[in-house]
Structure formats: structure tokens, C-alpha cells
């Protein structure tokens, strides 16, 4: 399959399937876990600090760091490849699904609605007690930990963490439309993780074509129909022609 094939299948397919990771945010200006934390954090590994162990050591350390990662993800923007696909969603309509293993709510802002978020978001915390989910205050007004509005007990943020399961639901839905999907695309996910794995397989064992936009190859990349080596941005341009 080569670059015109792969835009004539989006373009004819009536159900389409997404996944995309933290790569499509990159050109908003927020960081992969791949890229190295700077100043204070740099001293720690997101492992270190996005597990329940480490929430349970230091629930403030944690929250610190959620708390500025949640400022940042505010002051960033979606950017075109957001943007490109709460486009694709409108012009497919009920045959669109978006799965993101991103937490910084980027899709959501974009105008995305048929979409799971798959690692929870960084704009919510999740009751301890109660296990209620209430929106984060605004950056400037938010001082952690939230208390719960309902309990007043403490809230966490409302992350999958490392060791934690994926909410089952959502899992299926993605599941489900990766099925049914004549066309997946692999977004900005080094593919190495589940479920992007998972997912692509999914489409390619009932015959669907996969589609990758990743600047660098990955683990998937051999198994997939094409890859656009291209970021996240630039490669839906030209799947899209736009
Ligand atoms: P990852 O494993 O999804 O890898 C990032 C991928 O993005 C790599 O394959 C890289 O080649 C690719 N990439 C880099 N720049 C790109 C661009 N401009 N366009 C398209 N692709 C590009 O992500 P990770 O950083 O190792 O994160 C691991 C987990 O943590 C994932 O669940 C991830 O989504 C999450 N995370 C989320 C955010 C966020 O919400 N923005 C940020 C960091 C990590
Ligand atoms: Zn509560």
C-alpha cells in the first residue's frame, strides 16, 4: 500500500477507528514520557510517581507533580492533528471512534465526543471514599489535594496508574470498534504497550487496514498495512488531503 491507496481507503472507509498516545501532543508542547523531565523533576521517573505506591508515600509529591503537569496541559492548545480529527469525526459521524491513551484532555478540547480516554485525564480527580469524579478548579484557583464535594474525602488523580487496570468499559468499546473498523489509525504511540497492540491487531485479523503516522518506527510498524513517517500533524494532511 503506498501513500494514495492508504488516503483512498480513509477516505472511502465508513467506519474508522483511532488510538493515539502522547506523540500527537507533541506539537502542542507537551512532553512524552520519553522525553526527560526538566527542573525539579528531573530527579524522578514518571514510573516513580504515576503508581499507587508511590500515592501512597508521598500523596503530596505526587499530586505536586500532577497538579503542574495539569497547569501545563491548560496552557497548551490542541493543535492541527486534534484538530484534523474531531474533523474526521464530523464528516463520519456514528462510524468514528477515538481511543487516546493521552491524559491531557487535548482531544476533548479539540470538539472530539466519540472518544475514550483510556488512562483517565489529568482535568479530573477521582474521591478516595466515594470514588465520585469531579472536575479539577482552574489552574490558578487549585491548591491539592480536592476534597470531595459529596464525602470530604481526599481525592486522587483520576489516572490509570502503572499496576492499575484499564477501565473495562472503554476497553471494550475500543475493543469493539477496532473490529469493525475498515480503517485504523495508529497515532503518536510507540505501540510497544497495551493495548495499542492489541487494538491494531483487532482490525488486521478481520481484514481491516492499519495505518500508522509516527516520525520513528515502531515495534508495530512491520505488521501494519502503511506507515506515514510523518508527526501526528503532517501525516493526517496528507492522509486527508488538507
Ligand atoms: P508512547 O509510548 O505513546 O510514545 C510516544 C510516541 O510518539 C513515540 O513512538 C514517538 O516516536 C512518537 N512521536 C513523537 N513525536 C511525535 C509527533 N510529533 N507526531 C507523532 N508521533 C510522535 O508515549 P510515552 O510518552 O512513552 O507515554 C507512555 C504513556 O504515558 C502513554 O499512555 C502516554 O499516552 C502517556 N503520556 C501521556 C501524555 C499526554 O497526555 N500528552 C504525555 C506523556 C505520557
Ligand atoms: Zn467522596
Not at 506523540?23 to 524522578?44: L, V
Not at 477521582?126 to 484557583?141: F, S
Amino acid at each position: 500500500m503506498n501513500l494514495a491507496d492508504a488516503r483512498t481507503a480513509l477516505a472511502r472507509a465508513r467506519r474508522v477507528a483511532v488510538l493515539t498516545g502522547a506523540g500527537i501532543s507533541a506539537e502542542s508542547g507537551i512532553p512524552t514520557f520519553r522525553d526527560a523531565q526538566t527542573g525539579h523533576w528531573a530527579r524522578f521517573k514518571p514510573e516513580d510517581l504515576a503508581s499507587p505506591d508511590a500515592y501512597f508515600r508521598d500523596p503530596e509529591l505526587v499530586w505536586d507533580w500532577y497538579a503542574g503537569r495539569y497547569r501545563d496541559v491548560m496552557a497548551a492548545m490542541p493543535n492541527a492533528g486534534h484538530n484534523l480529527l474531531a474533523q474526521m469525526e464530523q464528516e463520519k459521524g456514528d462510524g468514528f471512534f477515538l481511543a487516546t491513551q493521552n491524559v491531557d484532555g487535548l482531544h476533548a478540547r479539540a470538539g472530539s465526543k466519540r472518544l475514550v480516554e483510556l488512562h483517565g485525564n489529568l482535568t479530573t480527580a477521582r474521591c478516595e471514599v466515594c470514588h465520585r469524579v469531579e472536575d479539577l478548579p482552574a489552574p490558578q484557583d487549585f491548591t491539592p489535594p480536592p476534597t470531595c464535594a459529596t464525602c470530604g474525602g481526599r481525592m486522587r488523580p483520576n489516572i490509570v496508574w502503572f499496576g492499575e487496570f484499564l477501565p473495562e468499559a472503554a476497553l471494550e468499546a475500543a475493543a469493539d470498534a477496532f473490529a469493525a473498523a475498515d480503517v485504523a489509525l495508529i497515532i503518536g504511540t510507540s505501540g510497544v504497550v497495551y493495548p495499542a497492540a492489541g487494538l491494531a491487531f483487532e482490525t488486521l485479523d478481520r481484514g481491516g487496514t492499519v495505518i500508522e503516522i509516527n516520525p520513528t518506527e515502531t515495534d508495530l510498524t512491520p505488521r501494519l498495512s502503511f506507515s506515514v513517517r510523518e508527526t501526528a500533524a503532517r501525516g493526517l494532511e496528507l492522509l486527508l488531503g488538507a
